[in-house]
């Protein structure tokens, strides 16, 4: 059974900076891309950055140069560093994984943490 359990928000002022962690099992964590998305009240979930099995990354937009995504295979982990921190930022923080079982394809999530960015 695939768990995807985020953690490390919380509450900082605007330009600080925030470290998520999402711990992954059942599944082999090296074979996937994994990903960070976020949902702001009122607003669709969005991706925020994604990270190959083999460690190459992508970035929102409103996100690059401020966020950094790795991942470690030995831990079965993946990590957000959030710098310089802005108030758009607040929303809840998901990691994903997309896992292809025979012809199909499932999507899991983990429960979420939450980041609010103050002024």
């Known amino acids: 059974q695939v768990q995807l359990v985020e953690s490390g928000g919380g509450l900082v002022q605007a330009g600080g900076s925030l470290r998520l962690s999402c711990a992954a099992s059942?599944?082999?964590?090296?074979?996937?891309?994994l990903a960070w998305y976020r949902q702001a009240p009122g607003k669709e979930r969005e991706l925020v950055a994604r990270?190959?099995?083999?460690?190459?990354?992508y970035y929102a937009d409103s996100v690059k140069g401020r966020f950094t995504n790795s991942r470690d295979n030995a831990k079965n982990t993946m990590t957000l560093q959030m710098n310089s921190l802005k108030l758009e930022d607040t929303a809840v923080y998901y990691c994903?994984?997309?896992?292809?079982?025979?012809?199909?394809?499932?999507?899991?999530w983990g429960q979420g943490t939450q980041v609010t960015v103050s002024s």
């Open positions: 994903n994984v997309v896992i292809s079982i025979g012809h199909s394809s499932i999507a899991s």
């Open positions: 059942g599944f082999t964590f090296s074979y996937y891309p």
């Open positions: 990270i190959t099995s083999g460690g190459a990354t």
